[in-house]
């Protein structure tokens, strides 16, 4: 049995906060504005979103201190701020970070009696109404249910376990014209991940794998120009829709192994989520017993054979100077080897060995 959920309604095309900004006056008549540090004032979409809000005479707050792989610490404080202005409603503008943020602030609001901590615990909170703007292509937060958040006192990032899914997305690829080549780049590979785990997974059904390869057809037209830095603007809208079938296809599905393999190396080593599950791909693609899907990839993807594809894999996840021992790798395996969820949607059988052998040959 299967079930397929995705309530966001997405609004897309050139200056569409602007010109939709009408969308947002059934929200309240407050707002909170959360986004990161730096970024969102120089692309331009806080100050799109400030003027949509402005011209429907709806108030506003902003909260800029949403760091990359959010807090708990930084959720309290966001949430104490939106509850002393009385906000109805949370935007998240920028990246993934700002993204969860948003849903994770909005159930904090929601239910001002649970402690941070407590939210991982419960099931089936609600949040006040969550509006998402994403400035890059790669985690789909914008129409996943998902909030991954870091908590320093367990050493790790953790999924908050409710399904809030934004009321409203906006997509705008102007605002990733500008987006570092390496920001571009781990992103881009964070898409391609949610697509190939959505595709190789338990969960998978004629539905889902529909979207992925439709999703994978799309990123595979983008190889050539992330290579070779060539990304105009077709090229950014094409990635922000292939980010956004991959959002799509894992609000069905999950993730898989990457994704719970990569936390440890953003945790403990600050590499870049996307680049964090990238780094193991070739190995985790290796891992299969049954090769029928994985042998798929390279055609979904226009490349001509499967050498080929782990070449672009390789150049497209180069990791610069991290140093993990054997020692780590064996803490990190186990973590994996404990997470059951990631490990259930996982088609395969899977040991704590072969999670082993996945980060070693990856990482050596
Ligand atoms: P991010 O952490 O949101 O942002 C990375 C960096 O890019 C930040 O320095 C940010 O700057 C900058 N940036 C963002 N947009 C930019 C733009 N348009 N131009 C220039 N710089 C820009 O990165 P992300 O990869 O999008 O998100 C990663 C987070 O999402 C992780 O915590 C990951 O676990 C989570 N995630 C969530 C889901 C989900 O379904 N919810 C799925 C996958 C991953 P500022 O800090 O100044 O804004
Ligand atoms: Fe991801």
Same mark, same amino acid.
């Given at each position: 049995?299967?079930?397929? =959920?995705?309530? #966001?309604?997405?609004?897309s095309?050139?200056?569409?906060v602007l010109e939709?900004?009408?969308?947002?006056?059934?929200?309240?008549?407050?707002?909170?504005?959360i986004?990161?540090?730096?970024?969102?004032? &120089?692309?331009?979409?806080?100050r799109d979103?400030?003027?949509?809000?402005?011209?429907?005479?709806?108030?506003? %707050?902003? $909260?800029?201190?949403?760091?990359?792989?959010?807090?708990?610490?930084?959720?309290?404080?966001?949430a104490?701020?939106?509850k *002393?202005?009385?906000?109805? $409603?949370?935007?998240?503008?920028?990246?993934?970070?700002?993204?969860?943020?948003?849903?994770?602030? /909005?159930?904090?609001?929601?239910?001002?009696?649970?402690?941070?901590?407590?939210?991982?615990?419960?099931?089936?909170?609600?949040?006040?109404?969550?509006?998402?703007?994403?400035?890059?292509?790669?985690?789909?937060?914008?129409?996943t249910?998902?909030?991954?958040?870091?908590?320093?006192?367990? *050493?790790? @990032?953790?999924?908050? !376990?409710?399904t809030?899914f934004?009321?409203?997305?906006?997509?705008?690829?102007? =605002?990733?014209?500008?987006?570092?080549?390496?920001?571009?780049?781990?992103?881009a590979?964070?898409?391609l991940?949610?697509?190939?785990?959505?595709? &190789?997974?338990?969960?998978?059904?004629?539905?889902?794998?529909?979207?992925?390869?439709?999703?994978?057809?799309?990123? /595979?037209?983008?190889v050539?120009?992330?290579?070779t830095?060539?990304?105009?603007?077709?090229?950014?809208?094409?990635?922000?829709?292939?980010?956004?079938? /991959?959002?799509?296809?894992?609000?069905?599905?999950?993730?898989?192994?990457?994704?719970?393999?990569?936390?440890?190396?953003? $945790?403990? @080593?600050?590499?870049?989520? !996307?680049?964090?599950?990238? %780094?193991i791909?070739?190995?985790?693609?290796?891992? $299969? *017993?049954?090769?029928?899907?994985?042998s798929?990839?390279?055609?979904?993807? !226009?490349? @001509?054979?499967?050498?080929?594809?782990?070449?672009?894999?390789?150049?497209?996840?180069?990791?610069?100077?991290?140093?993990?021992?054997?020692?780590?790798?064996?803490?990190?395996?186990?973590?994996?080897f404990?997470?059951?969820?990631?490990?259930?949607?996982?088609p395969?059988?899977? #040991? =704590?060995?072969?999670?082993? @052998?996945?980060?070693?040959?990856?990482?050596?």
């Amino acid at each position: 049995m299967n079930t397929f =959920y995705m309530p #966001t309604k997405i609004l897309s095309g050139e200056n569409v906060v602007l010109e939709k900004a009408q969308e947002l006056a059934v929200l309240g008549q407050k707002a909170m504005i959360i986004t990161g540090r730096a970024s969102s004032r &120089l692309n331009g979409s806080l100050r799109d979103m400030e003027e949509a809000l402005s011209r429907i005479y709806i108030d506003y %707050v902003i $909260f800029d201190e949403v760091e990359q792989n959010p807090s708990l610490e930084t959720m309290m404080r966001a949430a104490e701020l939106g509850k *002393k202005e009385d906000v109805d $409603f949370l935007v998240g503008v920028g990246g993934g970070s700002p993204l969860d943020a948003a849903k994770f602030v /909005g159930v904090l609001m929601k239910n001002p009696e649970l402690s941070g901590p407590e939210v991982f615990e419960r099931k089936n909170l609600q949040s006040i109404p969550i509006v998402a703007v994403p400035t890059t292509s790669g985690t789909g937060s914008e129409v996943t249910q998902y909030a991954v958040i870091t908590l320093h006192e367990e *050493k790790t @990032k953790k999924n908050y !376990g409710q399904t809030i899914f934004p009321t409203l997305a906006f997509h705008d690829p102007k =605002y990733t014209l500008d987006l570092p080549l390496s920001v571009t780049i781990n992103t881009a590979v964070d898409a391609l991940s949610h697509l190939v785990e959505g595709y &190789l997974n338990r969960n998978a059904n004629l539905l889902s794998d529909t979207i992925a390869e439709m999703g994978m057809r799309i990123w /595979g037209q983008c190889v050539d120009p992330l290579l070779t830095a060539k990304l105009d603007g077709q090229v950014r809208e094409k990635l922000m829709v292939a980010s956004t079938l /991959g959002g799509i296809l894992i609000a069905q599905t999950g993730t898989s192994l990457p994704h719970g393999m990569g936390y440890a190396l953003t $945790f403990n @080593k600050g590499v870049p989520h !996307g680049l964090a599950n990238g %780094v193991i791909y070739v190995e985790y693609l290796r891992s $299969f *017993k049954n090769k029928a899907k994985v042998s798929k990839l390279p055609e979904l993807l !226009g490349i @001509k054979d499967y050498e080929s594809f782990e070449e672009v894999l390789g150049r497209l996840t180069i990791v610069d100077s991290i140093t993990v021992t054997d020692e780590e790798i064996r803490d990190y395996s186990l973590g994996v080897f404990e997470n059951k969820a990631k490990l259930a949607n996982h088609p395969e059988e899977v #040991t =704590y060995e072969d999670i082993y @052998k996945i980060y070693r040959d990856s990482l050596r």
